[in-house]
């Protein structure tokens, strides 16, 4: 893995955890940088890397770059994901993949052209006992999938105070926690299930229509223990809450509920995959347990283990039973396979991690459920009007 020379683009919240990530795959991390050359020689010391690559142009025009990782708010990711293909840079794009799906569909285009590997990191497939849903469902151990129901809540901006460039939809989109959050739960259910979603109905809810924003700017999660800072009265239209009815291609049908404003749920997803045999149920605070419901039977609970595990998902778990994989270990293990897969040289072969064109997908559903919630009524994910 250490052939591969990669640089992070965006050194805020999720970039040092994806430095991380590519240090302990082994992969060789070259640079990071951020919006501008002083901000990047900080973020490179302090994470001890080396520092002569400065700027994002640096990166995409450096022909020993093989890859960037874009760590950058959402409005940044179609030029830049756009950029970095065109300048032959395979790309890691953080989610979502970009602000609409005209966007996203080019980025699709743009990717296929390239011939470069293209990911957007929907990082929650690689916790072990997802792949190992995944082996289930395909299996056929729980039977026919006949609905799932589940939640992605949050509680870090419960409090009118609370802020970050998400919650503007000129920065972060016209969805917010649906687009932010929701997508990891739709993504992972749809790569578990095998199924895609094809038509929703929505309704959404914006806590807080005018929020106060601190004069300044506030990192992701820094949580509400500083000091009181002054504040300006700003507009909200992105949403903190809602839920999401779904349809599947076979039939099956499910619920979402989505909320940045649950106090004490922190990183809380959650679902609940009822099959005509048995049901899977597992919870992202407690990732290391895959709960198994049996009607004529014992209900079972899978501690997460490589031994007992089906091989696409021990594959992905690098430590033994009882000690805990956990999200940085998420990102680690979506890297190696990426770059495992680069390094096997056939890059027409089907992706094992989640691509461009399931960012587009994931995008192509934010507006179904945007559309929707306007028209109080269910849609289609292609976008015509559900019967
Ligand atoms: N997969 C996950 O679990 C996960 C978790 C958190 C965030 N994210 C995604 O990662 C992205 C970043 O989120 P975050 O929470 O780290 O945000 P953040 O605000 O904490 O960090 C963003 C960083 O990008 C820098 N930046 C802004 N514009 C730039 C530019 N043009 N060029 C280079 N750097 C620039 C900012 O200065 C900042 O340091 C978002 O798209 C978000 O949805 C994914």
């Given amino acids: 893995m250490s052939k591969f020379r990669t640089v992070v683009v965006g050194a805020g919240f999720i970039g040092p955890v994806h430095v991380e990530g590519l240090r ?17 020689l900080a973020a490179s010391t302090n994470l001890g890397l080396p520092s002569d690559i400065r700027t994002f142009e640096d990166a995409i025009n450096d022909p020993t770059i093989d890859c960037v990782h874009l760590t950058t708010p959402n409005r940044f990711h179609f030029e830049q994901a756009a950029a970095a293909l065109k300048a032959g840079k395979h790309v890691v794009c953080e989610k979502p993949l970009a602000m609409n799906s005209t966007e996203s569909a080019e980025l699709v285009r743009l990717a296929a052209e390239s011939g470069r590997a293209a990911a957007v990191n929907y990082n929650l497939r690689f916790y072990p006992l997802a792949h190992e849903a995944a082996a289930r469902v395909r299996s056929g151990s729980i039977g026919n999938l006949v609905h799932v129901v589940g939640s992605y809540v949050q509680d870090w901006l419960l409090r009118v105070t609370d802020f970050n460039w998400r919650v503007v939809a000129e920065d972060g989109g016209e969805l917010r926690a649906v687009a932010d959050i929701g997508t990891h739960w739709l993504d992972l259910i749809q790569f578990i299930t095998g199924k895609h979603i094809t038509s929703v109905c929505a309704d959404l809810r914006t806590v807080y229509p005018t929020r106060q924003r601190p004069v300044g700017e506030v990192e992701t999660f820094s949580g509400g ?15 903190d809450c809602g839920s999401v009815m779904l349809r599947f291609e076979d039939g099956a049908n499910g619920c979402l509920w989505v909320s940045q ?51 696409s998902a021990a594959a992905i778990s690098n430590y033994p039973g009882g000690h805990n994989e956990g999200f940085p270990d998420t990102f680690k293990q979506l890297f190696k396979t990426f770059y495992g897969y680069i390094a096997k040289g056939d890059l027409t072969a089907p992706a094992p991690f989640p691509t461009f064109a399931d960012g587009h997908r994931e995008i192509l559903l934010c507006e179904a459920i945007l559309k929707s919630h306007r028209q109080r009524s269910w849609v289609d994910v292609d976008g015509t009007s559900a019967s």
């Fill in 24 to 40: 302990r795959a082994g992969v060789t991390v070259a640079g990071v940088v951020d919006i501008t050359p002083e901000r990047s």
């Fill in 225 to 239: 223990g500083g000091a009181q800072a002054a504040t300006e009265p700003i507009n909200i239209t992105t949403e």
């Fill in 261 to 311: 404003t649950t106090a004490g749920k922190k990183n809380c997803l959650r679902y609940e995959l009822a099959g005509s045999d048995q049901s899977l149920a597992w919870n992202s605070e407690s990732p290391n347990v895959l709960e198994i419901g049996n009607r004529d039977k014992a209900n079972e609970s899978l501690l997460r283990d490589p031994s007992l595990m089906d091989s």
